[in-house]
Nanobody
Framework: QVRLVQSGGGLVQAGRSLRLSCVATGSSFNEYDMAWFRQAPGLQRELVASATSGGVTYTADSVNGRFTISRDNAQNTVSLQMNSLKPEDTAVYYC??????????WGQGTQVTVSS
């Protein structure tokens, strides 16, 4: 089974950028579709972006044009480049690995805080 370890995140001012990374170990990375979710206090976890094993990507409307997901199958890594950050992007961000319609693994979560 795959295991996910996240890095990146932190506190930034509005308009700045951050990059989140997620490294997968323990199983074949190419078998998984990868995704980034976020959860703000009092709100449900929401899908931010995803990338299939074949490289097809999706970005939620709320972050489209500002966030970019990418994956490196050789390095077993998925990243989320976040530009033009807004206070409403403040949340805990999670990477996740999906196979056969189920999310099999989640990263530990990373706090992103955007100050106005």
């Amino acid at each position: 089974q795959v295991r996910l370890v996240q890095s990146g995140g932190g506190l930034v001012q509005a308009g700045r950028s951050l990059r989140l990374s997620c490294v997968a170990t323990g199983s074949s990375f190419n078998e998984y579709d990868m995704a980034w979710f976020r959860q703000a206090p009092g709100l449900q976890r929401e899908l931010v972006a995803s990338a299939t094993s074949g490289g097809v990507t999706y970005t939620a409307d709320s972050v489209n044009g500002r966030f970019t997901i990418s994956r490196d199958n050789a390095q077993n890594t998925v990243s989320l480049q976040m530009n033009s950050l807004k206070p409403e992007d403040t949340a805990v961000y999670y990477c996740a690995a999906e196979r056969w319609g189920m999310y099999e693994a989640w990263g530990q979560g990373t706090q992103v805080t955007v100050s106005s």
